[in-house]
Nanobody, 123 residues
Framework: QVQLVEAGGGMVQAGGSLRLSCAAS????????LGWFRQAPGKEREFVAH????????YYAFSVKGRFTISRDNAKNTVYLQMSSLKPEDTTVYYC????????????????WGQGTQVTVSS
């Protein structure tokens, strides 16, 4: 069982930046592909970004491409989401996830999920 804990959410003005982190409890963290999703109340979970276990491949939703960057530090069992040029429509809860399928744009591709961290972007 992999436990994922997100951190770094908060409130920022439009145009600002935030960096989310997600720490994993699993020693075999480097074997997992990792993703970030977001979900607004009453809506389906939306794919944001994905990074393969080897770090060689990254994938982004069109809505965040060029503004968000996913990265991972396998030595620290941590995945990051650097968010820049934030917009009010980026406001929602962000989740990290771990799985074995790459690329992984679907929530069903992931086996483990964090509890989420709230990001609020004010206009």
């Amino acid at each position: 069982q992999v436990q994922l804990v997100e951190a770094g959410g908060g409130m920022v003005q439009a145009g600002g930046s935030l960096r989310l982190s997600c720490a994993a409890s699993e020693r075999t963290f480097s074997n997992y592909a990792l993703g970030w999703f977001r979900q607004a109340p009453g809506k389906e979970r939306e794919f944001v970004a994905h990074i393969s276990w080897s770090e060689r491949s990254t994938y982004y939703a069109f809505s965040v491409k060029g503004r968000f960057t996913i990265s991972r530090d396998n030595a620290k069992n941590t995945v990051y989401l650097q968010m820049s040029s934030l917009k009010p429509e980026d406001t929602t809860v962000y989740y990290c996830a771990a799985g074995f399928i790459s690329p992984g744009p679907l929530a069903s591709h992931y086996k483990y999920w964090g509890q989420g961290t709230q990001v609020t972007v004010s206009s």
